[in-house]
Nanobody, 114 residues
């Protein structure tokens, strides 16, 4: 059974930075395209960044140039470095395969506010 455990969220002021981590407990991680998704209150969950097994990346226009996705296959861990955060980045952030599995972790809350 896959387990996805996100961490690293918190409250940050506009312009600040956070680094999210996702521990994936399944051997599939090393060959999977992975992504970070987010869901803001009252909105649908959206994919904001993805990375292939060979570390080719792609980003939603809303985060391009500010967020960086990376992976450590030796640690089965996915990362999201978020810089120049804006209030509109406030959401619960999740990691999952791309396309996503039915199973989701608990997510990690990111709140950008002064």
């Amino acid at each position: 059974q896959v387990q996805l455990v996100e961490s690293g969220g918190g409250l940050v002021q506009p312009g600040g930075s956070l680094r999210l981590s996702c521990a994936v407990s399944n051997i599939f991680f090393r060959t999977a395209r992975m992504g970070w998704y987010r869901q803001a209150p009252g909105k649908q969950r959206e994919l904001v960044a993805e990375i292939t097994s060979s570390s080719v990346t792609n980003y939603a226009d809303s985060v391009k140039g500010r967020f960086t996705i990376s992976r450590d296959n030796a640690k089965n861990t996915l990362y999201l470095q978020m810089n120049s955060l804006k209030p509109e980045d406030t959401a619960v952030y999740y990691c999952n395969r791309v396309p996503n599995l039915e199973y989701w972790g608990q997510g990690t809350q990111v709140t950008v506010s002064s």
